[in-house]
Protein backbone atom coordinates (compact mmCIF):
# COMPACT_ATOMS: atom_id res chain seq x y z
CA UNK A 1 0.00 0.00 0.00
CA UNK A 2 1.13 3.17 -1.14
CA UNK A 3 2.65 5.82 1.90
CA UNK A 4 2.98 9.75 1.43
CA UNK A 5 4.03 11.01 5.30
CA UNK A 6 4.79 14.81 4.94
CA UNK A 7 6.86 16.09 7.57
CA UNK A 8 8.49 19.93 8.21
CA UNK A 9 6.04 22.32 8.47
CA UNK A 10 5.79 24.99 11.08
CA UNK A 11 5.80 28.54 11.51
CA UNK A 12 8.58 31.05 10.34
CA UNK A 13 8.44 35.00 9.63
CA UNK A 14 8.08 36.70 6.36
CA UNK A 15 11.13 35.90 4.70
CA UNK A 16 12.27 33.05 6.58
CA UNK A 17 12.58 29.12 5.07
CA UNK A 18 11.84 25.58 5.62
CA UNK A 19 12.20 22.34 4.27
CA UNK A 20 9.36 19.74 3.53
CA UNK A 21 9.68 16.16 3.65
CA UNK A 22 7.70 13.45 2.48
CA UNK A 23 8.76 10.00 2.52
CA UNK A 24 7.35 7.70 0.46
CA UNK A 25 6.89 3.61 0.47
CA UNK A 26 4.65 0.76 -0.80
CA UNK A 27 5.07 1.61 -4.31
CA UNK A 28 7.11 -0.48 -6.96
CA UNK A 29 6.53 2.19 -9.87
CA UNK A 30 9.88 2.64 -11.92
CA UNK A 31 8.13 5.55 -13.36
CA UNK A 32 5.99 8.47 -11.50
CA UNK A 33 5.50 12.30 -10.75
CA UNK A 34 5.85 13.19 -7.14
CA UNK A 35 5.65 16.63 -5.38
CA UNK A 36 3.27 18.77 -3.70
CA UNK A 37 0.23 20.81 -3.58
CA UNK A 38 -0.70 23.22 -1.28
CA UNK A 39 -4.23 24.13 0.23
CA UNK A 40 -4.52 27.61 1.93
CA UNK A 41 -6.95 28.39 5.10
CA UNK A 42 -10.31 28.80 4.16
CA UNK A 43 -10.42 26.53 0.73
CA UNK A 44 -11.84 23.45 -0.50
CA UNK A 45 -10.29 20.74 -1.20
CA UNK A 46 -10.50 21.60 -4.72
CA UNK A 47 -9.16 24.53 -4.82
CA UNK A 48 -6.26 22.63 -3.76
CA UNK A 49 -3.34 23.94 -6.10
CA UNK A 50 0.29 22.24 -7.53
CA UNK A 51 3.30 23.79 -6.06
CA UNK A 52 6.42 21.40 -7.39
CA UNK A 53 7.06 18.13 -8.92
CA UNK A 54 9.68 15.62 -10.26
CA UNK A 55 9.53 13.25 -12.87
CA UNK A 56 11.62 9.93 -12.08
CA UNK A 57 11.97 9.66 -15.91
CA UNK A 58 14.80 12.31 -16.31
CA UNK A 59 14.51 14.42 -13.30
CA UNK A 60 12.51 17.38 -14.93
CA UNK A 61 10.76 19.77 -12.63
CA UNK A 62 7.77 22.35 -12.17
CA UNK A 63 7.03 25.12 -10.01
CA UNK A 64 3.84 27.22 -10.05
CA UNK A 65 4.73 30.71 -10.68
CA UNK A 66 4.93 32.32 -7.49
CA UNK A 67 6.96 29.83 -6.33
CA UNK A 68 9.92 30.08 -8.45
CA UNK A 69 13.27 31.18 -7.39
CA UNK A 70 12.22 30.70 -3.96
CA UNK A 71 11.53 27.26 -3.86
CA UNK A 72 13.45 23.85 -4.77
CA UNK A 73 12.20 20.22 -5.13
CA UNK A 74 14.57 17.23 -4.89
CA UNK A 75 14.94 13.67 -3.99
CA UNK A 76 17.25 11.79 -2.13
CA UNK A 77 19.29 8.94 -4.23
CA UNK A 78 17.50 6.21 -3.24
CA UNK A 79 14.27 8.46 -4.27
CA UNK A 80 12.03 7.27 -1.53
CA UNK A 81 12.32 10.98 -0.18
CA UNK A 82 11.15 14.17 -1.80
CA UNK A 83 12.31 17.38 -0.65
CA UNK A 84 10.82 20.81 -1.20
CA UNK A 85 13.52 23.38 -0.08
CA UNK A 86 11.32 26.85 0.63
CA UNK A 87 12.81 30.00 0.85
CA UNK A 88 11.93 34.03 1.18
CA UNK A 89 8.44 32.77 2.51
CA UNK A 90 6.08 35.10 2.46
CA UNK A 91 2.43 35.12 4.53
CA UNK A 92 0.73 33.96 1.18
CA UNK A 93 2.38 30.44 1.28
CA UNK A 94 0.55 29.62 4.38
CA UNK A 95 -1.65 26.24 3.67
CA UNK A 96 -0.90 22.78 4.36
CA UNK A 97 1.21 21.37 2.09
CA UNK A 98 0.67 17.69 0.75
CA UNK A 99 2.83 15.39 -1.10
CA UNK A 100 1.10 13.81 -4.03
CA UNK A 101 2.25 10.67 -6.50
CA UNK A 102 0.91 9.55 -9.65
CA UNK A 103 2.41 6.77 -12.33
CA UNK A 104 1.71 9.62 -15.01
CA UNK A 105 5.67 10.63 -14.65
CA UNK A 106 4.72 13.25 -17.75
CA UNK A 107 1.99 14.79 -15.37
CA UNK A 108 4.93 16.80 -14.12
CA UNK A 109 4.24 20.24 -15.76
CA UNK A 110 2.06 23.15 -15.45
CA UNK A 111 -0.69 21.51 -17.16
CA UNK A 112 -0.37 17.94 -15.81
CA UNK A 113 0.18 18.41 -12.36
CA UNK A 114 -3.32 18.70 -11.00
CA UNK A 115 -5.68 17.08 -8.50
CA UNK A 116 -7.13 14.92 -10.88
CA UNK A 117 -3.94 13.25 -11.77
CA UNK A 118 -2.99 12.34 -8.52
CA UNK A 119 -2.92 8.34 -7.37
CA UNK A 120 -2.14 9.08 -4.17
CA UNK A 121 -1.64 11.83 -1.09
CA UNK A 122 -0.18 11.71 2.05
CA UNK A 123 -1.82 13.88 5.24
CA UNK A 124 -0.58 17.44 4.89
CA UNK A 125 1.92 19.61 7.27
CA UNK A 126 1.02 23.14 7.96
CA UNK A 127 3.61 25.78 7.15
CA UNK A 128 2.56 29.14 8.62
CA UNK A 129 4.05 31.98 7.50
CA UNK A 130 3.65 35.41 9.50
CA UNK A 131 4.05 39.04 8.45
Known amino acids: QVQLVESGGGSVQSGGSLRLSCAASGFTLDYYAIGWFRQAPGKERKEREG???????????YYKDSVKGRFTISRDNAKTTVYLQMNSLKPEDTAVYYC?????????????????????WGKGTLVTVSS
Open 51 to 61: VSCISSSDSST
Open 100 to 120: AITPAYYACSAYGWNLVAMNH
